[in-house]
């Protein structure tokens, strides 16, 4: 088992930014790859970011120059930093750890971006 502790969300201006973590914990010897994912009302679930234990990154085009995912082995943790935050990237955002021993989801933070 995986626990994800989330943190980072709220409310920011259009053009602001913010900066998601998440903490991981538990069979964490068992990671290979953590992401963010997010869903806004109505839509799907959706990547927004990846990271592998490696180090190799991928992301959404739709958040391609303006968010920057990072993770450090060490401290467990990962990173989401979001800048030039648009309305339509309000969403609640979910971490997620892919494991041998299957997916495991955060409970979610809510970022919303409006004036």
């Known amino acids: 088992q995986v626990q994800l502790v989330e943190s980072g969300g709220g409310l920011v201006q259009p053009g602001g930014s913010l900066r998601l973590s998440c903490a991981a914990s538990?069979?964490?010897?068992?990671?290979?790859?953590m992401g963010w994912y997010r869903q806004a009302p109505g839509k799907q679930r959706e990547l927004v970011a990846a990271?592998?234990?490696?180090?190799?990154?991928n992301c959404a085009d739709s958040v391609k120059g303006r968010f920057t995912i990072s993770g450090d082995n060490a401290k467990n943790t990962v990173w989401l930093q979001m800048n030039s935050l648009k309305p339509e990237d309000t969403a609640v955002y979910y971490c997620?750890?892919?494991?041998?021993?299957?997916?495991?989801w955060g409970q979610g933070t809510q970022v919303t971006v409006s004036s």
């Open positions: 997620n750890a892919a494991s041998v021993g299957g997916r495991f």
């Open positions: 990271i592998t234990s490696g180090g190799n990154t």
């Open positions: 538990g069979s964490i010897f068992r990671i290979y790859e």
